[in-house]
């Protein structure tokens, strides 16, 4: 009650933050007028005046008032665009490191351009992220314009483009392009195999378009870069054959989860089917030897049960294409991970494409955390505002319209059934158009789509469907859904970038209905007549009340309700909104008290019959919260699994950039054939043990096997006083001398080279076998939980003790390559017939920055320090993270692992207080 009386007298914190910009926001105003005066070459001479400002000690804060009333004064002039005070807010938020909140209409691309030039200006790169490609090459056109005018430089990044088109768009001061194809960038760099190779640079700034569609929605879903592995085509098909002969009473189906289980019954029913076709080993399912055949199993049920066509994916041109649950749109290339893409290609019918195997992978939320400084904007953020601040530490702020909302938004209407629902929608639909009055209708599903199609159809009324079937035509749809009399079927708005303008839109009008025509006269009176048309069609469009959004049902997240009512009533302009729900739909039967709305609706309505309760609409509410907070869960736990796998990235990464970067990497190499050599010994000698206890036949024949030498193992134990620290140095000293003189016998820079692709090679080939172990571990780490332990903390533990494993096995695999053999090289010509780096193959692209230890604003990630000594044998403190070293005192000291152990034990570190626990 107090914090309410607060509020009514001093406004919220948010309306106070906003306000305290008001100062800098009149300081940009006082420019305008001095600014009005400059040339053109005077104001784009601006940029060269900004940066000498920062070269000689000012900052982006000391020339922010001036920048952006540089950039507001180029934009009236280039883009016949004025920004308003309420942009000028978005704009120092934006600025500033945080969400900049503004609904749909108010301008956030114009936004966008005031903290973009102000953070070019330092010649650090910004990066533009929008979430289709359309969108980024728009932006790039068309704001670039007004950048360009003003002496910057502006690249954009699409799908099919090559890699030195690509360098040349990173290297530009702003750069456009999708969340997808930035990150796909920075994992194929990090495959490369010189820094020549690589297209993006050091990360600075970026600003996230539709912040929580990328942020929020896409971050369950890692981006990873695969490769193809054994094809297990048929298998699919059998085991689909199999599962479609399953009745419905053998199984139980979780639509939350989309999980489905088989009961008892159906065990056995499968058990006997599976055999029947020589799909088991064994009778029985569980055994091991039917371990594949269970996973295949398991897929096959999810696919034919839980994934639904045209709703999941649709079949286009023969495949299967993923449908994002958010935005409707088609998420070409992106395939289902562990088989279930495969799954269901058998289900369909369509060619199966072979499962692939994880070659890099990062999630949206790591892949982001990179930038110094990371910004976004959206018209729905405050409901994620816990989550944006949780995971990225960016605060949400909500930006006042430029003019008062003037939209009504009405009560759900409630009905029985879908049939009932769907009939008075397009009854609704029929009574707007009759008057002219635009209707957008917002569905779920193609599926709903294409149903309300078919009522809308009986009843005469011309419609367009917006859906993932005609993605191509989005732009076009949606830019005209605010023309007299037009319905538009959307399948969820989310991003779709385009403004709905009341009478149509012009450019796109003139696009559509001028494309043939020249220019001259004649187009410029055609583009006149155009204008006068959409002018006196607007007039009427708001006399018949505006755009009326209607929504078919409530989606499980409020952010995707409110961007559909968001496309009504954008400046100023009237509007009105309503959602039509049912007893049917998804959100009420999976997540809603089903047993009191079924009482209620079923004993109080009759066939038809509506009813619109405030309280029904707060249990609605209560229901999406449930969702989003479900939805919450399992992205911070995907972000949590990926955070011990980011420690790990960055030191792989980092060690690469490393070994790219060095001329020569024999110091390198002689580290790890000496820790090779300590641990070859180690094993064979354990500490404290006696000399008869020693595995000398083990060690010799793993030297044999590893370093290619035939030691005198048998005189050297004959000696008196043998300890293991001699065995070492003997070895190692014989080692050394086989490498001198086998590198006596080659020029130098082709074995440098040699060095170095060997280096990375095994690098690459054991960083992407340790993912395919870590994907295997995640999978079924949750068992833990029957023991009473944190699957989190287990999988931390294991993942540690794995990485460690495939650092040693890294430097045993070089060791062995190296010393065993045995080089054919032409003396001549040496230069001349350098083989040249091979170029990375088109893997399939289904996101730390090597230049940057920084994995979020203010800090580094545990692990990022020692990043020199990671092959050579100085395992960076990872182990802080997990855990494993909270009785080692000495864990923060950087000690080399082959240094003697400070507490004065006598033992190396390594055996000592540095010993994996």
Known sequence: MLGGIAKNLFGSSNDRYVKSLDKIVRKINALEPQLETFSDEELSAQTDKFRNLLANGKTLDDILPEAFATMREASKRVLEMRHFDVQMVGGIVLHRGEIAEMRTGEGKTLVATLATYLNAIEGKGVHVVTVNDYLARRDAEWMGRVHRFLGLSVG?????????????????????????EFGFDYLRDNMKHSREQMVQRAFNYTIIDEVDSILIDEARTPLIISGPTDDKAELYLSIDAVVKTLEPEFYEADEKTKNVMLTEEGVDAIEQRLFEAGLLETENLYDVENTQVVHHLDQALRANVMYKRDIDYIVKDGKVVIIDEFTGRMMDGRRWSNGLHQAVEA????????????????????????????????????????????????????????????????????????????????????????????????????????????????????????????????????????????????????????????????????EDELRDMPEGPERDAAIERLKAEIAEEKQRVLEAGGLFVLGTERHESRRIDNQLRGRSGRQGDPGLSRFYLCLEDDLLRIFGPDTLFARMMNSNLADGEAIGSRWLSKAIETAQKKVEARNYDIRKQVVEYDDVMNDQRKVIYEQRSEIMDSEAVDDVVIDMRHDTVNTLVGEACPPGSYPEQWDIAGLKERSADILGLDAPFDDWMNEDALEPEILEERLSALADEKMAAKQATADESIWRQVEKSVLLDRLDYHWKEHLATLDALRQVVFLRAYAQRQPINEYKREAFALFERMLETIREDVTRILMNSELQIQQAGLDADLPPLPELPDFLTGHIDPWSTIAEAGGTTPGSEAILGTLRGTLPDIQSATGAAADNPYAEMNISRNADCPCGSGKKYKHCHGAVG
Request: hydrophobic residues 35%; without cysteine; aromatic residues 8%.
């Open 156 to 180: 954009v990044i699409v799908p099919n483009m090559g890699e030195a088109e690509r360098r040349e768009a990173y290297s530009a001061d702003i750069t456009y392009g999708t969340n997808s």
């Open 347 to 510: 289900k369909e019918g369509v060619r199966i494409e072979p499962e692939n195997q994880t070659m890099a992978s990062i999630t949206y939320q790591n892949y982001f955390r990179m930038y110094p400084k990371l910004s976004g904007m959206t018209g729905t953020a405050s409901t994620e505002a816990a989550e944006f601040y949780d995971i990225y530490k960016m605060n949400v702020v909500t930006i006042p319209t430029n003019l008062p909302i003037q939209r009504i938004d009405e009560e759900d209407e409630f009905y029985k059934n879908t049939q009932d629902k769907f009939q008075a929608i397009a009854k609704a639909i029929k009574e707007k158009h009759d008057i002219g009055q635009p209707v957008l209708v917002g569905t779920v599903s193609i599926e709903k789509s294409e149903l309300l199609s078919e009522f809308l159809n009986r009843e005469g009324v011309k419609h367009n469907v917006l859906n993932a079937r005609f993605h191509e035509m989005e732009a076009h749809i949606v830019a005209q859904a605010g023309r007299l009399g037009a319905v538009t079927i959307a399948t969820n708005m989310a991003g779709r970038g385009t403004d709905i303008q009341l009478g149509g839109n012009l450019e796109f009008r003139a």
